[in-house]
């Protein structure tokens, strides 16, 4: 890799699914714009509703759920997981 490329993380596509009142899901919403992701933000209510969060996101428990490049990665803890992994 070119050495001025280093350092630089691929920019991913991420949306979050939120609530009102939750800690990890401003985390994850931090973490996303602090490295310089592609963010869409939802919150409960206002952007989608119980019933689609249940489709789309079968046996979902916690908030916040999070898509990356299309692909259902779980809450804060594997999005953490996965920048740090990218870097
Ligand atoms: N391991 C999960 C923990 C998420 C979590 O505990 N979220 C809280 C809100 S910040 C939650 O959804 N609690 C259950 C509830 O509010 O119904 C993650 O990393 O996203």
């Known amino acids: 890799m070119d050495v ?3 350092g630089i993380n691929k920019i991913m596509k991420v ?3 939120s609530k009102p009142q939750c800690p990890y899901c401003v985390q ?3 973490l996303a714009e602090r490295e310089g992701h592609d963010l869409t933000y939802k919150m409960l209510d206002e952007d989608f509703d119980r019933e689609t969060l249940m489709e789309t996101f ?6 916040p759920q999070i898509i990356v490049d299309g692909n259902k990665i779980g809450g804060f803890t594997e999005f953490k997981a996965l920048v740090d992994a990218s870097k």
């Open 4 to 6: 001025h490329l280093q």
């Open 15 to 17: 949306e979050i699914y």
């Open 28 to 30: 994850a919403k931090a």
């Open 58 to 63: 079968p046996g979902a428990r916690t908030f």
